[in-house]
C-alpha cells in the first residue's frame, strides 16, 4: 500500500533537525503532517506492515526526510497510482482546482477548522472522505456533513519541555516565583486576524489597570508573526502585514516596545521565554480553532491559560474551566484572579496545568493506531471515531425500552398480586 501525505510548507522537513523535535516555527498543520508520516513510517517499517508513507511536496526540499520519500508534485507523483493521498486544507484547495493532479484509490481530506463549509464542499466534489481532528471540532462539522472520521491531533509533551530545557526526568514544572511587582502574560500564535491578538490588544489598558490596582504592572510577550502561515509580513514595525499592522499601532500606541514586546516568529527557542511568563492568553474568541495545540504547549510548561471554551480550544479548556472567559471583556478580571492567588494555590495550578500536558501527550500510541485503521479498513462505509454507529445507538434505545417495559409488567404483576386475597 502506497500512502501520500501531502505537505504544504515544506521547509519544515529542512527545519526539523530530527523528526521528532518540538515545532520549529511553522504552520501547526505542516509541522503535524510531518510528524504524523513519519510516526506511521516508523510503525509500518518496524512491524513490516506493508505500508510505504510518501510526502509530497510542490517545491520539495530534498529526496527524503529521515527515511520517508519526498515526491515532488508534479509529473512524477501524478504518473503513479496511490492507494491513499491525505490532503489538508491547502492541498485540498490545488487538487480542486486542479493544479496538482494526483491518481489514487481513496482521498482523505484532513480538514483543521470547525464549520469548514469551504473544504468540506471541496472535499466532496473530489469524493474524499472527511477527517477531523478535534472533538469540539469534529461535531461543529458533523452538523455541517454529517458523521466522518475523527482522529486527534498528535501533541507530545516532552519535545516542548526538552525545548524548554526541561531535565529528561522531570514531568512537572519547577518551583514558579512571579517577579515582585509585575505580571509576564504571553502570547503565541500567528499575527493574523483569525488569531484574535487584536481582541487582547483591545482589553490591554484594562488589564494594566486591573493589575495597578494591586500594584503589577504588566508586560506582554507577543511570539508569532503572519509569516508562520506564510503571509504577508510586510508592516515595517511589526511581524505582520501592513494594514493588521496598522490596526494594532492604533489600538496599542505607544505601549509597543514599552509594556507589549513583539518578538516576531521564533524557532524552538520560544519555550525557553514561554516558561518565563506567569500566564498565557490564547485566542480570546476561539475562532477558527480545531484543536488546542497551542494551549497545550502552554499548559505543557505549568503555565496558565485564559481562553474561551468555544470551538476546539474546549478540548482542553473543558478541564480548566476556571479560566475559561465568555467574551474578551472578562480576560481582565481573569488575569487578576490569577495574581490573588496565594504562592500555594499557583504552584498546585502550574503542576495541573502540567498534568493536562502530560494526559493529551499519553495519547500518542493510540492516535497511530488509529491512523492504522483508517488507512487500512476493509469497509469504506466504516467511520474511525469515538462515537457509536446510529443502528448500535438504536438498538441501546430499543433495549432500555424493553427493559423499561418489563420493569412495568413486572411491578404490575406484583401489584395485583397484592389485591388479591390471600388462599
Not at 503535524?32 to 508520516?37: E, F, M, N, R
Not at 491578538?197 to 504588566?218: M, S, T, V
Request: glycine letters at 8%.
Amino acid at each position: 500500500m502506497k500512502v501520500l501525505f501531502l505537505q504544504e510548507q515544506p521547509e519544515v522537513l529542512q527545519r526539523l533537525q530530527q523528526p521528532r523535535d518540538a515545532n520549529p516555527g511553522v504552520g501547526g498543520t505542516s509541522y503535524l503532517t510531518s510528524q504524523i508520516a513519519y510516526e506511521l513510517h516508523r510503525s509500518c517499517r518496524q512491524d513490516n506492515r506493508g505500508i510505504d508513507i510518501y510526502l509530497g511536496c510542490l517545491n520539495a526540499p530534498a529526496d527524503s526526510f529521515h527515511g520517508i520519500p519526498v515526491v515532488p508534485l508534479g509529473n512524477q507523483a501524478a504518473q503513479q497510482c496511490w492507494d491513499v493521498v491525505v490532503a489538508t486544507g491547502g492541498s485540498l484547495d490545488h487538487l480542486a482546482a486542479g493544479t496538482i493532479r494526483l491518481h489514487h484509490t481513496r482521498l482523505i481530506a484532513w480538514i483543521h477548522h470547525p464549520f469548514d463549509h469551504d473544504k468540506i464542499q471541496k472535499a466532496r466534489s473530489l469524493g474524499a472522505e472527511l477527517l477531523s481532528i478535534g472533538k469540539a471540532q469534529y461535531l461543529s462539522n458533523v452538523l455541517v456533513a454529517g458523521p466522518h472520521h475523527h482522529i486527534d491531533n498528535l501533541f507530545c509533551a516532552d519535545r516542548i519541555r526538552r525545548a524548554a530545557g526541561w531535565d529528561p526526568q522531570q514531568s512537572q514544572p519547577a518551583s514558579h516565583h512571579r517577579q515582585q511587582g509585575l505580571l509576564r502574560i504571553g502570547y503565541m500564535g500567528g499575527l493574523i486576524p483569525s488569531k484574535g491578538f487584536h481582541l487582547l490588544a483591545q482589553q490591554w489598558p484594562a488589564i494594566q489597570q486591573a493589575l495597578e490596582d494591586l500594584a503589577i504592572n504588566a508586560r506582554l510577550e507577543v511570539i508569532g508573526g503572519s509569516n508562520l502561515y506564510r503571509f504577508d509580513q510586510g508592516h515595517p514595525q511589526l511581524p505582520c502585514d501592513r494594514a493588521y499592522g496598522e490596526q494594532l499601532s492604533t489600538i496599542l500606541g505607544d505601549q509597543i516596545g514599552h509594556s507589549v514586546i513583539f518578538h516576531g516568529t521564533l524557532d524552538t527557542k520560544r519555550y525557553a521565554l514561554m516558561q518565563q511568563c506567569d500566564l498565557a492568553i490564547v485566542n480570546p474568541s476561539g475562532a477558527g480553532e480545531a484543536f488546542p495545540a497551542t494551549i497545550l504547549e502552554w499548559l505543557s510548561l505549568g503555565v496558565p491559560v485564559i481562553t474561551s471554551q468555544r470551538y476546539g480550544c474546549a478540548d482542553a479548556m473543558q478541564l480548566l474551566s476556571s479560566l475559561s472567559i465568555q467574551r474578551p471583556s472578562d480576560i481582565p478580571r481573569a488575569v487578576q484572579s490569577i495574581t490573588e492567588q496565594s504562592d500555594l494555590e499557583a504552584q498546585q495550578l502550574r503542576h495541573y496545568c502540567a498534568q493536562i500536558g502530560s494526559s493529551f501527550s499519553s495519547q500518542q500510541a493510540l492516535i497511530i493506531q488509529q491512523w492504522l485503521l483508517l488507512l487500512t479498513k476493509p469497509d469504506s462505509k466504516l467511520l474511525i471515531n469515538e462515537y457509536l454507529p446510529a443502528p448500535i445507538r438504536l438498538q441501546l434505545l430499543r433495549s432500555y425500552a424493553a427493559a423499561q417495559l418489563q420493569r412495568v409488567k413486572q411491578r404490575l404483576k406484583d401489584w395485583v398480586k397484592r389485591l388479591m386475597p390471600h388462599r
